[in-house]
Structure formats: structure tokens, C-alpha cells
């Protein structure tokens, strides 16, 4: 077992049985004219991520272990799409609809891709989800069964959306899970602040938090 120091106390895991998450790290939610954009969201924040979510990478790429990567991503039919998450808000442009870098939060199309220096090599798991959440149809939790993973060390945008979501939904499946503080990152500062009070409090009610410093001595 190695051990990181952490919120709300020290996060211990054995190196096989972990895998990295790194969730929606793709152009939709960090470049101009993308879904966070549409949103009305200033996406310079989760750019600022991006040199500490790419050392994360290579620490876990580097020793051979699993890393996953999801994309938000629908049908190009939509079918997995409920109304409710079209209408909702009030964006210039709609999941479905054609914006500059193709339909939002489509599959296949270009802002839908993770960004060029995060992406995915040879080997590694990219994810499609139509949920917030990384479990909701996508088929991973069998897949980490059969891979014997029961430790997950989570990065990526949004901290109080997608990563909180995907986190607790791992939670309740078993899985023991870190946040990586500074990567992750959210539109809005105090929601950033907020989740990982929410996820390390009363004991670790979801899981442990810490920056990446704390998990590269771990792996020395
Ligand atoms: N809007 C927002 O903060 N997030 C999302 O819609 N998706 C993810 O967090 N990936």
C-alpha cells in the first residue's frame, strides 16, 4: 500500500488496484465558443489547469497504470439525451445545435475531443457519457471490476459538477477515492472551495483530497 498525505487524514491504495479518472477534459467545457462558453462561463479558469492535469497524466502513464478519460458526449440522434438537459438554461447555443467547433456535446465532433495536451494515447479508456455522472450508461463499473481496480484518483472539470458527481457515484459503488486538488477546476471559485469540503468532511463522507505534490512523493 502506498500512502498520501490528504484531507481529512492520510489516503492509502495499492498501485495495481488504482486508476486515474480524468473527467471531461475536452474542448466543449475549456475553449472559447464550446458549451462553458455557451453558458455564459469564463473557460480561462480550467485552462489554467491544464500543465498539472498533463504531470498527473504522465506520473500514472509513466508507471503503467490504468488511465481513464471521459468525454460528456451524445448520440449524434440525441437519443440519450433528455429535453430536460436541452432546454435547461439559458445558452446561446444548445447540446445538439452546431456552434464553432461543431455540434455541442456531440460525438465525434471537433469540440468533443479532448484537448490536444491531454490526449489520449495507446491503451488508455476514453468514455463516453451522456450523464453528469461517469457510471450512468456508459458500462465502467464492470469494466473496473473486471480489471480488479478499487481505488480511483480523480481530476478534471467540473469539480462540483461532473468530478463531484462521478465521485460520489463511485463512492456508492465501493470504489475508495482521491480528489487531485489542483486538477481540477471549476467556473466558479467558491464552488471549487466548496466540493472539497463537502467531499472530505464528517471523515471523508466521499473520499480524500490533495494536491498532486502530495501524490508524486507517495509513488517515489
Ligand atoms: N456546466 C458545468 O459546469 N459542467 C458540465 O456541464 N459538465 C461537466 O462538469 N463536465
Known amino acids: 500500500m502506498r500512502s498520501v498525505k490528504a484531507e481529512p487524514y492520510d489516503y492509502r491504495f495499492p498501485e495495481a488496484g488504482t486508476a486515474l479518472v480524468v473527467i471531461d477534459m475536452q474542448r466543449d467545457f475549456i475553449e472559447p465558443g464550446g458549451f462553458g462558453d455557451a453558458l455564459g462561463n469564463d473557460v480561462s479558469r480550467l485552462v489554467a489547469i491544464i500543465p498539472t492535469v498533463a504531470d498527473l497524466i504522465a506520473l500514472f502513464r509513466n508507471r503503467g497504470l ?8 451524445h448520440l449524434p ?31 465525434g465532433e471537433p469540440g468533443n ?14 468514455i463516453d457519457k451522456p450523464g453528469k455522472g461517469m457510471f450512468w450508461n456508459t ?19 467540473t469539480t462540483e459538477v461532473c468530478v463531484q458527481t462521478s465521485m460520489r457515484e463511485a463512492n456508492d459503488r465501493g ?10 477546476e471549476s467556473y466558479f471559485e467558491h464552488f471549487k472551495t466548496a466540493t472539497i469540503e463537502m467531499i472530505t468532511a464528517q471523515g471523508g463522507i466521499v473520499g480524500w483530497a490533495a494536491p498532486l505534490a502530495n501524490l508524486a512523493v507517495a509513488f517515489e
Open 77 to 107: 440522434d440525441m437519443s440519450d439525451c433528455p429535453p430536460s438537459k436541452v432546454a435547461r438554461g439559458n445558452a446561446s447555443v444548445r447540446i445538439g445545435e452546431e456552434g464553432p467547433m461543431g455540434r455541442l456535446l456531440v460525438r
Open 175 to 184: 470504489y475508495e477515492c482521491l480528489l487531485v486538488t489542483d486538477a481540477t
Open 139 to 157: 458500462g465502467l463499473h464492470e469494466r473496473l471490476q473486471a480489471e480488479g481496480i478499487t481505488h480511483l484518483v480523480f481530476a478534471g472539470v
Open 66 to 73: 490504468t488511465v481513464i478519460h471521459t468525454r460528456e458526449a
Open 113 to 126: 475531443q479532448i484537448v490536444d495536451a491531454l490526449a489520449p494515447v495507446e491503451g488508455e479508456w476514453v
